[in-house]
């Protein structure tokens, strides 16, 4: 069985999150993907919400739709950068920055950095499966050809309250 590799830290030889402070308009971006991860909620998935922002604008949206679409790659993540490239005729995606609410898993890490994303604000961190410095680090991997700046934290009470009542509700007993 694969395992996991060291989780990022000084002691582990593996390099933690740099973060970058919040700028002005983040709050309202996020609250843009939590609209999103409500949708997400009302369909029956995870809700998990995500926007891409370029000049002042959203140029892609998405939420999770595993469920809906019976698609495990179906995250927020993926689904608002392919409506982004779609938006620009391009799949650099050079400028932008991704907001999400919940931090990326290591599909989506990946994905922003392939579609070249400058900057990843998340809302709460995810220590199970999250790859932008809670369990890897995987969009500022030095090894990689591009890394992104990353901002966590933004609306992080809203995002994890949001995921945490979602949960709560699905292991209530069905009367």
Known sequence: MLKPGPR???ESGVPSMVQV??????EAWM?????????????GDVPVGAVVVRDGA??????????QDHDPTAHAEIIAIREAAAAVGAWRLT???LYVTIEPCPMCAGALVLA??????YGAADPKTGAAGSLYNIVQDER???RLAVTAGVLESECRELIRSFFRQRRQPKT
């Open 8 to 10: 990022p830290g000084p």
């Open 21 to 26: 402070p919040a700028s002005d308009g983040d």
């Open 31 to 43: 609250r843009l993907a939590l609209e999103e991860a409500r949708r997400a909620a009302s369909g």
């Open 58 to 67: 959203v140029i892609g949206r998405g939420h999770n739709r595993r469920e």
């Open 95 to 97: 400028g932008s920055t």
């Open 116 to 121: 070249r994303i400058d900057r990843l604000v």
């Open 144 to 146: 990689l050809n591009h």
